[in-house]
């Protein structure tokens, strides 16, 4: 699975850093993603995040 965050629509309100910070990290005032792909154990935690994300900026390819 792979994860991309788009910097345009991300508000920095840090929701996916804190659910999950082995992929997530914020990189000023928006979040991006620290890993190539993510790790099968992570991948449930990664799915929440993005449903959760209030602006919808976080995109998951399977």
Do not use: H, W, Y
């Not at 005032?29 to 993005?50: F, G, M, T």
Request: hydrophobic letters at 40%.
């Amino acid at each position: 699975m792979k994860v991309s965050v788009d910097a345009n629509t991300c508000t920095g309100c840090e929701l996916c850093c804190d659910s999950v910070p082995d992929v997530f990290v914020m990189d000023g005032s928006v979040a991006r993603v620290k890993v190539d792909a993510v790790p099968a154990e992570l991948q449930d935690a990664v799915r929440d995040a993005a449903g959760s994300c209030p602006v919808q900026a976080i995109q998951v390819t399977e």
